[in-house]
Nanobody, 122 residues
Framework: VQLVESGGGLVQAGDSLRLSCAASGIASTYAMGWFRQAPEKEREFVAAINWNGGSTYYPNSVKGRFTISRDNAKNTVFLQMNSLKPEDTAVYYC?????????????????WGQGTQVTVSS
């Protein structure tokens, strides 16, 4: 299984970015999620989506600003990030869990992408 993120970059506060995560090497569709890790901070859960996109979950820190979605025909998950803040600066990772329902803990995920840098300047 391979997960490849894209779409990161340098933006200003208030701007938007859309991250993509393309999955390959897996025969079925499973729940997926996004996490982030800032320098010298622990990994943080950002968003999760169940296998068919019918259920999503976000922590309060991003709720109302971030939206996770998926296109199962393309084996791709997206993270739309609006109203970005400097504190959103981090490396963003997508992850896949071998379950169909939402997972919010890192240890519940089995596969991880290499990460994409998001930097938000003030």
């Amino acid at each position: 299984v391979q997960l490849v993120e894209s779409g990161g970059g340098l933006v200003q506060a208030g701007d938007s970015l859309r991250l993509s995560c393309a999955a390959s090497g897996i025969a079925s569709t499973y729940a997926m999620g996004w996490f982030r890790q800032a320098p010298e901070k622990e990994r943080e859960f950002v968003a999760a989506i169940n296998w068919n996109g019918g259920s999503t979950y976000y922590p309060n820190s991003v709720k109302g600003r971030f939206t996770i979605s998926r296109d199962n025909a393309k084996n791709t998950v997206f993270l739309q990030m609006n109203s970005l803040k400097p504190e959103d600066t981090a490396v963003y990772y997508c992850a896949l869990t071998l379950r169909y329902s939402i997972a919010t803990m890192g240890h519940e995920y089995h596969y991880w992408g290499q990460g994409t840098q998001v930097t938000v300047s003030s």
